[in-house]
């Protein structure tokens, strides 16, 4: 079956040290979004891809970078991880780019910067 | 920006009763309108959604209303059960020159007691 894979399900890491969080879909979506999940705040985006070599900043996109190489994958990177980056990610997927399409997501990767 | 208010943040309820779950938003270019049920450990998985030319969709023991006037749209889950515990989300979804921004409440967790 298609679906959208997160890797590594669990990290930590300490201040400083550069992060790279892996989002696979088989699903041959166009876009690809990254969010990141906090209390209080619910799901916040990041970055999102309309497209290979298409990124696009989000909502909360300092100290993060993505890049679109392929359909399948987009890489999250911290280039700098800090304690503020302790979170869950969520990475998501979906078709098209219509009024109406619904994001998929896959099942999160939780990073702890100590 | 669009800025969506998610209410209550914690709601419990007996077997067997309704659970009914709000969210406001603020801009009225909103035009699609999603809920995600959360597991414990789990990524956000679609329940059901509602465009902006509906007024109410219903699937099973869930349903979903929308006042585009008032700006509310709302989740009702009949005939509750145990494994309808989880954290529920809704989101307002924008569509833009650069695509379909997704703008999402801070969640309401549901405990439903045996």
């Known amino acids: 079956d298609a679906e959208i894979t997160q890797s590594p399900r669990h990290k930590i890491t300490e201040t400083g040290r550069q992060v790279t969080l892996a989002c696979h879909q088989t699903?041959?979506?166009?876009?690809m979004f990254w969010y990141r999940q906090d209390l209080g705040h619910g799901l916040r985006l990041i970055h999102y891809s309309y497209g290979v070599q298409d990124t696009n900043k989000g909502e909360v996109s300092d100290g993060y970078s993505v890049s679109r190489s392929n359909t399948e994958d987009l890489p999250l990177t911290l280039e700098s991880a800090a304690s503020s980056q302790t979170s869950v990610y969520f990475c998501?997927?979906?078709?098209?780019?219509?009024?109406?399409?619904?994001?998929?997501f896959g099942p999160g990767t939780r990073l702890l910067v100590l | 920006g669009e800025n969506v208010e998610q209410h209550p943040s914690t709601l419990s309820v007996q077997e067997g009763d309704s659970a009914v779950i709000k969210c406001t938003y603020s801009d009225s270019a909103s035009n699609y309108f999603p809920w995600y049920k959360q597991e414990l450990g789990k990524g956000p998985q679609l329940i059901i959604d509602i465009r902006s030319n509906v007024g109410e969709k219903k699937d099973q023991r869930i349903a979903v209303t929308l006042n585009k006037t008032a700006k509310h749209f709302s989740l009702h889950i009949t005939e509750t059960q145990p494994e309808d515990s989880a954290v529920y989300f809704c989101a307002a979804s924008i569509l833009s020159n650069t695509g379909n921004q997704f703008y999402f409440g801070t969640g309401t967790s549901l405990t439903v007691i045996p």
């Open positions: 998501a997927s979906s078709e098209y780019r219509g009024a109406w399409e619904t994001q998929y």
């Open positions: 699903w041959n979506h166009n876009n």
